[in-house]
C-alpha cells in the first residue's frame, strides 16, 4: 500500500447553491466504488440533506452464471453500508428492464453491425441522466451528483463542460452526450481531485470501501469477456465467415465478427501469415473492416487503416452559440484512450457532422465517439458524435 | 421506534406488543428446552402448550394441530412441498412464498378488483377430476382484498381436492375460524399481529399427510424437527391472546383508514383506491398516484418521515412492478404506481392528516414541472 497522502486543505466542498447546504437536497448516484462513495460523504460531511441511490442495471447472479448469486451483488451492499456509515438514507432502484432496452441490447446489436461500441455513454446519456435524473427531481433535489471526474463551470454563456483535473482519470469522453440541460442539474464533486486525493478522502472519512479496486471492465461484461455476452444476448445471430485480404485473397475462416476491432492486430488466427510475418516475409496484418452483410473480416498492412476524415451523427453541442455553417477547428478525441488531435468540424443539419483531421489517424472504429474539445482552451468539451463512418480523402 | 417516524407499514411488520415485550422479558434468560426431561424443560414445556392454546383459541383451532414453524414462508414451504401432490393450484396474486414453493402451479386469475374468479377455479379443478392441492391466501398482502375462501373450500370439496390458506395478513384482522373452515391446513405467521420475527405456524387439519421438510429429534410431532423457537413461541401466544382479547381494536383501526381514504379522496376527487368497493382487511389502502412511480413515492414517504411500501420488497430493497395489481389487469399505472399503506394499532389521526398532506405534496412536485 501506498504512504503517500496528499495533503487535503479544505475538505468542505461547496456544491454551488445560494441556500445553505442543509436546505440543499441532492441525489448522489451510488455505485458501491470508492468515487462515488467519496462523492456522497463529502456532501454529506459539507451538511447538505444527501439521497443515496444505487441502481441495480442488472441480474448480477444471471451475468456471472454463478446459481444462487443474489440479485444485488456485492457493489449494492458496499453502497448501502457507505450509506448508513455516514448517515444518509439510502435507495436501490431497479433498472433492469430500462438499462437492457436502452443499454445492453443496444451493446449487442452494435457488435452485430461490426461497430465497437461504448455503453457507458449509453448508461449515462439514458439511464443516469435522464431516468435517475427524472427521479432526483420527483424527489424534490436540487441537483444529482455523480463520482465522475469532470468539471462543471458556470460559464458567461451558460455551464460547461471540462475535463477533470487529473489527466489520467479523466472522464469527459464518456459524458459528451450530456446536455445543457442535464449539465445544470449536475454536479460533479470529484472533478478537481486526482485519485490519489479521492482515495485520501475515502480513508480519512473511514469508509468501507477505501481500499475497494477500481472497476476495470464493462459493468454487465464480467472478465472482460464481451464475446460471451453477445453470444448469450443473441444466440444464432454470430454467424462464421471469411477473413480476406484487402487485395482479394482469402486467408481464412473466423466464428463471428463480433470477436474483431477496427485495428486489431493480434489474434486474427492466420497462422500462416504470422509464420510469414516473423520470417519477414509480408507486413503484420490489421482488421481494416467488419462487413457483416457478407460476414466477412477484412484485413491488411496498417497503411490501410489510415483515414483522414470521420463522419458522426447524434451530436451533442455544448459548445459557444456558433452558426451551424460556421467550420470550427476542435481538438477530437476518436476514442477513449487516445490524445486529443487536432480538426476541422463541419455541422450540417439532423446533428450530423464531418470532422476533416489535420493528421490522418489509424483505426478509427464506428460506434466509438467523436469527442470535441476546444482547440483554444484544451480542458473545455464542445461535445461530441457517434462515428458512423470514416474516409480517406487525400490519399498522400 | 424512531420517533421522528410514522410507521404506516403494518402489513410488512409490526412492533412488538407492550404486552408481548414483558411477557418475552420475563421468560428471557431461562434454558428453555422443552425436550428436556427436568423440571426446567418441564417449564418450558408448560410455556409452549400454553402459547399453543393461546393461538389456537384467537382461530378455533384445537391447539394440537398447530405446528410451530420460522414463520409464514416456512409454514407455506411446508404445505405446498410436504404434500407432494403433483398438480397444485394456486391463485395469480399469493405471496412470493407460495408461488416460489410451487412453481409448476396452475394459476387461477383475479378480477379487476383482485377476487379470485371462481368458476375458472372450478372449471380447472374438474378437468383433473379434483385430483389436486388447491392454496389460496386469506387476505392479499397488498391490497388487503378478502377471498371467498369459503366459497372456494365448497368447491374444493365437491371434487374432493384439499385446501391450504396463506392466512398470514388475515390473522388477528378478520375473525378466522379453522374448525368452520373446511381447510386442510392455513399458515400464520406471529409479527403481523405484533409479536416477534422468527415464528409462525402451520396449522394442519386431523388427517393430512405431511412430509416433514426438516428431520431430527422430531419435535411438533415430528413434522418440524429442531428444539422448539420457546421465546418466539411466547411472544406468538401472548400476541395472539392481545388480539383475541381486543375485538374493538380492528374497528377503530378500520374507521382510521375510512377517514384517510375519504379526507385523500376530498383533496384529490380523482384518487384511486384499489379494491375499494369489495371486501378488504380494514387496515389497508392501496393507492395509485398518477404520474410517480411506487419507487419514487416510497422514498419520497420515507424522506417526509413516513415508512410505507411499495408491494412486497425485495431482500435487497428495490421495488419491484407488482404482480399483484398487474393480475388484477387494470391498467399500466396502477401496476407501476401503487403504493400500500397499513394500519395499526398505533396509528393515529395525527398521522393520516399527515399521510395525507405529504401524498399532495410528492403528487403536486413531481407532476408540476413536466
Not at chain 2, 312 to 332: L, Y
Request: include cysteine; hydrophobic fraction near 40%; charged fraction near 25%.
Amino acid at each position: 500500500m501506498s504512504t503517500y497522502v496528499p495533503c487535503i486543505m479544505d475538505s468542505r466542498i461547496d456544491l454551488g447553491f445560494e441556500g445553505p447546504p442543509s436546505k440543499t437536497r441532492v441525489v448522489v448516484a451510488m455505485s458501491g466504488g470508492v468515487d462515488s462513495s467519496v462523492t456522497a460523504a463529502l456532501a454529506a460531511e459539507a451538511g447538505y440533506d444527501v439521497i443515496g441511490i444505487t441502481l441495480q442495471l442488472y441480474d448480477h447472479g444471471e451475468t456471472l452464471r454463478k446459481k444462487g448469486a443474489c440479485c444485488a451483488g456485492v457493489d449494492i451492499h458496499d453502497a448501502r453500508n457507505v450509506a448508513d456509515q455516514i448517515g444518509i438514507p439510502h435507495y436501490v432502484l431497479d433498472y433492469e428492464s430500462l438499462f437492457r432496452n436502452a443499454v445492453i441490447d443496444d451493446f449487442a446489436d452494435s457488435y452485430l453491425r461490426g461497430e465497437t461500441p461504448i455503453p457507458c455513454v449509453r448508461c449515462n446519456q439514458t439511464v443516469k441522466f435522464q431516468d435517475l435524473l427524472k427521479t432526483a427531481k420527483d424527489l424534490g433535489a436540487d441537483a444529482l451528483c455523480t463520482g465522475h471526474y469532470v468539471k462543471r463551470i458556470v460559464g458567461d454563456q451558460g455551464t460547461e463542460l471540462h475535463c477533470g483535473e487529473d489527466p489520467i482519470k479523466d472522464q469527459s469522453y464518456f459524458l459528451f452526450a450530456t446536455t445543457r440541460e442535464q449539465l445544470d442539474y449536475l454536479r460533479f464533486p470529484l472533478g478537481h481531485l486526482s485519485k490519489d486525493e479521492t482515495r485520501a478522502h475515502a480513508a480519512r472519512l473511514k469508509l468501507n470501501v477505501a481500499e475497494k479496486a477500481d472497476s476495470q471492465d464493462i459493468c454487465f461484461v464480467p472478465g472482460g469477456r464481451y464475446s460471451d455476452v453477445v453470444k448469450r444476448l443473441r444466440p444464432g445471430a454470430i454467424d462464421p465467415g471469411k477473413i480476406i485480404h484487402i487485395d482479394g485473397s482469402i486467408l481464412g475462416d473466423h466464428d463471428g465478427i463480433i470477436n474483431f476491432t477496427i485495428g486489431q492486430r493480434k489474434g486474427l488466427g492466420i497462422g500462416g501469415r504470422v509464420a510469414a510475418e516473423a520470417i519477414g516475409g509480408s507486413p503484420p496484418l490489421y482488421v481494416l473492416e467488419l462487413d457483416p452483410a457478407q460476414k466477412t473480416v477484412i484485413v491488411g498492412p496498417k497503411s490501410a487503416l489510415a483515414r483522414d476524415t470521420v463522419i458522426v451523427n447524434q451530436i451533442n453541442w455544448i459548445g459557444p452559440d456558433t452558426p451551424l455553417t460556421a467550420s470550427i477547428d476542435v481538438l477530437v478525441k476518436l476514442r477513449s484512450t487516445q490524445e486529443p488531435v487536432h480538426g476541422t468540424l463541419d455541422r450540417g443539419d439532423n446533428d450530423e457532422g464531418r470532422i476533416i483531421l489535420q493528421q490522418k489517424q489509424f483505426g478509427i472504429s464506428s460506434g466509438q465517439a467523436a469527442v470535441f474539445y476546444s482547440a483554444e482552451d484544451k480542458s473545455r468539451v464542445l461535445g461530441g458524435g457517434w462515428i458512423v463512418g470514416t474516409e480517406l480523402t487525400h490519399k498522400m | 421506534m424512531d420517533n421522528a417516524s410514522i410507521y404506516l407499514d403494518y402489513n410488512a411488520t409490526t412492533p412488538l406488543r407492550a404486552e408481548v415485550k414483558a411477557e418475552l422479558l420475563d421468560a428471557l434468560g431461562e434454558p428453555n428446552n422443552p425436550s428436556s426431561i427436568h423440571s426446567l424443560g418441564r417449564s418450558a414445556r408448560r410455556r409452549l402448550e400454553k402459547s399453543r392454546r393461546q393461538i389456537a383459541t384467537l382461530i378455533n383451532s384445537p391447539p394440537e394441530n398447530i405446528i410451530f414453524t420460522s414463520g409464514g414462508t416456512e409454514a407455506n414451504n411446508l404445505a405446498l412441498k410436504g404434500g407432494q401432490y403433483t398438480d397444485i393450484i394456486v391463485s395469480s396474486v399469493e405471496h412470493e412464498a407460495v408461488l416460489a414453493a410451487a412453481v409448476n402451479a396452475k394459476k387461477i386469475s383475479v378480477d379487476k378488483n383482485g377476487i379470485v374468479i371462481l368458476s375458472e377455479l372450478e372449471n380447472v379443478i374438474a378437468d383433473i377430476n379434483g385430483d389436486c392441492f388447491v392454496s389460496i391466501m386469506w387476505a392479499n398482502n397488498e391490497t388487503g382484498v378478502i377471498q371467498p375462501i369459503k366459497e372456494i373450500v365448497e368447491i374444493a370439496s365437491k371434487y374432493g381436492a384439499r385446501v391450504h390458506s396463506d392466512a398470514v395478513q388475515a390473522l388477528g384482522k378478520i375473525p378466522i375460524n379453522f374448525r368452520e373452515s373446511g381447510l386442510s391446513m392455513m399458515s400464520i405467521s406471529a409479527h403481523k399481529i405484533g409479536g416477534p420475527t422468527g415464528i409462525g405456524a402451520l396449522v394442519v387439519a386431523d388427517g393430512v399427510e405431511l412430509k416433514p421438510a426438516l428431520v431430527g429429534g422430531g419435535q411438533e410431532k415430528g413434522r418440524r424437527s429442531g428444539t422448539e423457537n420457546i421465546l418466539g413461541a411466547i411472544g406468538f401466544g401472548k400476541a395472539a391472546e392481545v388480539v383475541a382479547q381486543n375485538p374493538a381494536e380492528n374497528k377503530r383501526v378500520k374507521n382510521l383508514r375510512d377517514l384517510f381514504e375519504t379526507k385523500l379522496s376530498r383533496c384529490f376527487p380523482k384518487v384511486n383506491i384499489l379494491s375499494r368497493n369489495v371486501p378488504r382487511l380494514g387496515n389497508t389502502s392501496a393507492i395509485v398516484m398518477p404520474g410517480v412511480l411506487a419507487e419514487t413515492q416510497v422514498m419520497g414517504f420515507d424522506l417526509e418521515g413516513i415508512c410505507l411500501s411499495a408491494g412486497a420488497a425485495c431482500s435487497s430493497g428495490k421495488v419491484k412492478r407488482s404482480h399483484v395489481v398487474e393480475a388484477m389487469k387494470i391498467g399500466d399505472e396502477p401496476a407501476t404506481n401503487t403504493i400500500r399503506v397499513s394500519l395499526g394499532w398505533d396509528s393515529t389521526e395525527i398521522e393520516i392528516d399527515f399521510l395525507v398532506n405529504s401524498w399532495l405534496k410528492i403528487y403536486n412536485r413531481a407532476n408540476k414541472k413536466i
